[in-house]
């Protein structure tokens, strides 16, 4: 206690902490402070869902100190990558703001392929779309009342096993996905979105537009035993366009005619192509011997 009453031995002290201060804490902050490194910032408005691409980004040599363990220092780890939050230009990228597959609410748009494509339907009333209860992963039937104006209510074969790729509400906003908060209301969906063909988009264009459409859940559970349906359906599919596809190949074309007679007589030609034109040869012979004796 003597000791810290001495003057003397107060001053010394605070002049070797003082010097520790000075020639060795001072430098080694300096030092940390003018450490440089290089991260990747941002270039330009980057939206969540969106793919990072070369141009959306740049390495810029920054100070050292301070910055977030997680910040991305190589352009070969966000090139390719999709953005979990929203970007500006001047942000630095977070490891935690990006992934390497879309974000689930619009993960299915990312997955086309150019095969298959996605067209949304209208749920005009409650019961339409099951009540609500569909969601992403479903196989549906499309029922048609009245189809094609003919007064009958049908499953139109290209429409047997369709998957629902997306279950969307009036505010644009995904139903059916998450887990609600307390006293959060479900929104209700008003559009259904459908991984279809071609083939089958058109159809369901005819019918949005014609009339109403009803969906029928067919199944609900394991992806594997999902895509059982889908194969079925893609075989039937085959099967009703083989023909069309090949008269087209051919470049026949077929129209349908209200007499009965002739509609299976163009069936039948489209079907035998040979023995129409066989059939054709022989009545020219026939119609020349004739025009002979004469």
């Given at each position: ?44 408005s980057v939206k ?214 002739e509609s299976e ?25 004739e025009n002979g004796?004469?």
């Open positions: 206690m003597r000791l810290l009453k001495n003057r003397t031995v107060i001053g010394v002290v605070c002049i070797v902490l003082a010097l520790i201060i000075c020639f060795i804490v001072t430098p080694l902050f300096n030092k940390t402070i003018s450490d440089k490194t290089e991260i990747v910032r941002v270039t330009q969540a869902g969106d793919e990072i691409t070369e141009d959306m980004v740049k390495t810029v040599e920054v100070g050292n100190y301070n910055l977030p363990e997680d910040v991305v220092r190589n352009l070969d780890t966000v090139i390719g990558k999709y953005a979990s939050a929203d970007l500006e230009p001047g942000d630095y990228i977070l490891t935690s703001k990006i992934a390497d597959e879309p974000a689930a609410e619009n993960a299915y748009l990312y997955s086309l392929n150019g095969e298959k494509q996605a067209i949304s339907v209208t749920v005009k009333s409650f019961a339409n779309g099951l009540s609500g209860k569909l969601k992403s992963g479903d196989i549906v039937s499309v029922i048609a009342p009245d189809y094609k104006k003919q007064g009958t209510t049908v499953i139109p074969p290209e429409l047997k096993y369709v998957e629902v790729i997306a279950v969307t509400a009036n505010s644009g906003n995904d139903a059916n996905t998450g887990d609600l908060e307390e006293d959060e209301d479900r929104e209700l969906p008003d559009t259904v979105t459908l991984l279809v063909t071609p083939e089958q988009s058109q159809i369901l264009a005819e019918l949005e537009e014609d009339g109403t459409i009803h969906l029928s859940l067919v199944y609900r559970g394991e992806q594997e035993n999902a895509a059982q349906f889908i194969a079925a359906q893609d075989a039937v599919l085959e099967e009703l366009y083989a023909e069309q596809e090949e008269a087209e190949a051919d470049g026949e074309e077929v129209t349908e005619e209200s007499d009965g007679e007589d163009v069936q039948e030609a489209v079907e035998n192509p040979e023995e129409a034109a066989s059939g054709q040869e022989s009545a020219g012979m026939e119609e020349s011997s004796e004469e």
